[in-house]
């Protein structure tokens, strides 16, 4: 099975790192021709906004869009959480997703570079130990679907809980940054659940 | 572990995921949008470009907190702003508004001499340029998230970004092939931590992000740099100084993620309209040579 990496813009390499520490060799994604060749997708960190212009610039956005749309394994981390969700809120206007999760999702939900952070986190789906979570302007669900499951949720001072990891059959979605951290337990789940 | 914000790693992730991407100078909110349509990661909020610094002259500040508010709520991605080199106050002011990432910058007057801002006091991150792998290292001593090479800002001319990009590069080979106990000598020399002068040499590379900016006026400017090694670019004076800056912020935009593409770099270089009129470095008198500020 080859696995690719959308290297259009943000942290693709750390994904791709992360792929090889699992015994994944995975490919950078930027053409449609590219596209042809992978089996499975990761949609990496970085500014959502500039993405979709990205994959649009280079003719990828339908194609991933399709592709996705017919089963295709993707996983998304932040922006990626983003692009694969159908929902978005605090977006730029008329900003266009991938789709493909029934989540409502809320961009830079816990507000601004100087409330990012890291923190220990509990998703026993994925890994029997807390998995180390790293937020930058991260973005949070919002609204989940009935055929959503939720993997994991960030809960907050006074009690407020929000989804940060979720699945939808062969979709998944982390609004966290695993892939800069040395936890690669959510790329071995993406590897060895999601992609069967 | 309990939750925890400023971080090292928050600090550096943000820069991370910057990365592939072109940051660019705005002026005002109407930029700002244009520069965000172009598929701009972030937007460097300024009063004045640093070409017009140049042609103005005078002291160079930090940008009035209205106009930096205003560009924050214009558009959805992150916001820069530059704070003069060793006025950490004007960074507790940039933070206290909640920008993204501050420029601890050489295009503003500098205020202290002899010493840069205490960056790790901040939770939000901060950026400085480097003429060379000493001096990024001393910035990342002292807390940056983030390098850029310092080029000579608002003349669009890109040789001294070249110059800096090769320094940077050359040295870092350089470290990689030494003995341990020729890296003493080598921090020494380049007045650098020995620490961080062990990690670069052990992995071949910065510990943190490094962007390239200075000059920078054209889409072929961009990939060169993207080729050279960078992880990014800043795009100051290039784009809003330029005939049609839409269309050269989206060309700039597609050259720095295809940068090793010619066949994209020459489509994205096609009828741009004028770029930037620019200044030759080597025209301008010693003292008018920013890249020269900082220690």
């Not at chain 1, 679907?145 to 809960?155: C, H, P, T």
């Not at chain 2, 900016?213 to 330029?242: E, H, N, R, W, Y």
Request: hydrophobic content about 45%; charged content about 20%; overall charge negative.
């Amino acid at each position: 099975m080859q696995v690719g990496v959308l290297a259009l813009q943000g942290d693709f390499r750390e994904h791709l790192n992360a792929l090889a520490q699992c015994g994944v060799q995975g490919i950078e994604v930027r053409t449609p021709a590219e596209l042809e060749k992978i089996d499975a997708l990761i949609i990496p960190g970085g500014e959502s906004t500039t993405i979709v212009s990205l994959a649009k610039t280079f003719e990828v956005f339908e194609p991933i869009k399709k592709r996705i749309a017919a089963g295709m394994p993707t996983y998304g981390s932040c922006a990626g959480m983003i692009m694969l969700a159908d929902h978005i809120v605090a977006a730029k206007d008329g900003q266009e997703t991938f789709g493909g999760i029934d989540i409502t999702v809320r961009r830079n939900a816990f507000g601004r570079q100087v409330d990012s952070f890291e923190c220990d986190i509990s998703a026993p789906a994925i890994s029997g130990s807390p998995i180390h979570a790293i937020f930058i302007r991260a973005p949070w669900v919002e609204k989940v679907g009935k055929n959503v499951e939720v993997l994991a949720s960030y809960e907050g001072a006074g009690g407020a809980s929000h989804p940060v990891a979720v699945r939808q059959g062969h979709l998944l979605a982390t609004a966290f940054h695993p892939e800069i951290t040395d936890d690669y337990s959510v790329h071995r789940y993406f590897l060895d659940k999601v992609c069967l | 572990m309990a939750q925890e914000s400023g971080t090292s790693r928050v600090k550096r992730g943000m820069a991370e995921m910057l990365k592939g991407g072109v940051i660019m100078d705005v002026v005002n909110v109407e930029q700002a949008k244009i520069a965000e349509d172009a598929g701009a990661v972030a937007v460097m909020a300024l009063e004045r470009v640093p070409a017009d610094i140049r042609a103005q002259g005078g002291v160079a500040r930090m940008s009035d907190p209205d106009m930096i508010a205003a560009i924050q709520a214009a558009v959805s991605i992150p916001v820069m702003a530059k704070a003069r080199i060793g006025h950490f106050v004007e960074a507790q002011i940039l933070q206290s508004l909640g920008v993204d990432f501050i420029d601890e910058s050489e295009v503003l007057t500098p205020t202290d001499y002899a010493n840069h801002i205490n960056k790790w006091d901040f939770t939000i991150p901060f950026v400085c340029g480097a003429t060379n792998l000493g001096e990024a290292l001393r910035r990342i001593n002292e807390g940056a998230a983030m390098i850029r090479s310092k080029g000579e800002a608002g003349t669009g001319d890109v040789s001294n970004a070249m110059t800096h990009m090769r320094q940077i590069g050359g040295e870092i080979r350089r470290l990689t092939s030494m003995r341990e106990d020729e890296l003493y000598v080598a921090a020494k020399e380049m007045q650098a931590p020995f620490d961080l002068v062990k990690e670069v040499a052990a992995n071949g590379k910065l510990p943190v992000v490094l962007f390239t900016a200075g000059g920078i006026a054209t889409p072929a400017d961009a990939a060169l740099m993207m080729q050279m090694g960078a992880d990014g670019v800043f795009i100051g004076s290039g784009i809003f100084k330029s005939g049609d800056p839409k269309r050269r912020a989206e060309a700039c935009v597609k050259a720095t993620t295809a940068f090793t593409d010619a066949k994209v770099i020459a489509d994205a270089s096609r009828g741009l309209g004028e770029a930037m009129v620019g200044i030759n470095v080597a025209d301008l008198p010693a003292p008018h040579r920013l890249s020269e500020r900082g220690w």
